[in-house]
């Protein structure tokens, strides 16, 4: 199953640390990351500058635009997770693109998903 990475691995990736690049260069299948990860990125580097290098990274990868169907499913996962288990708008957003496309979430915060029934998840081990 292909995979979906999170801002985090990515921010890890993006900031040189070997781990991470090893981790992601290592996956067995394809990978992409969702438009509100490419969104978070963006606003992340405090200088502008640094804003077309963070730019230029995320041109290199495919990025899953956000459609009506993913925002359909992230609003069924905050009505059943918000309140019981802090789902957040932004995680409820890539979880939803990840289960619509079918793809494995990789990320390091495995306790933002880990409730979410029929999400795949991969958490790196770097």
């Not at 009506?68 to 693109?97: E, M, N, P, Q």
Request: charged fraction near 20%; charge should be neutral; avoid cysteine.
């Amino acid at each position: 199953m292909p995979f979906l990475i999170d801002s985090n691995v990515l921010i890890d990736v993006s900031r040189g640390n070997g781990a991470a690049i090893k981790y992601v260069d290592g996956l067995a299948d394809s990978w992409a990351l969702s438009q509100v990860t490419a969104m978070e990125l963006i606003v992340g580097p405090r200088y502008k500058r640094d804003l077309a290098t963070i730019d230029g990274f995320l041109s290199l990868y495919p990025v899953i635009p956000l459609s009506d169907s993913i925002g359909t499913g992230a609003y069924r996962l905050l009505k059943t997770y918000a309140k019981s288990h802090g789902l957040h708008v932004f995680d409820s957003l890539v979880a939803a693109t990840a289960m619509e496309k079918a793809l494995t979430l990789v990320t390091l915060n495995r306790k933002h998903y880990r409730m979410i029934e029929g999400l795949h998840l991969e958490v790196p081990g770097y």
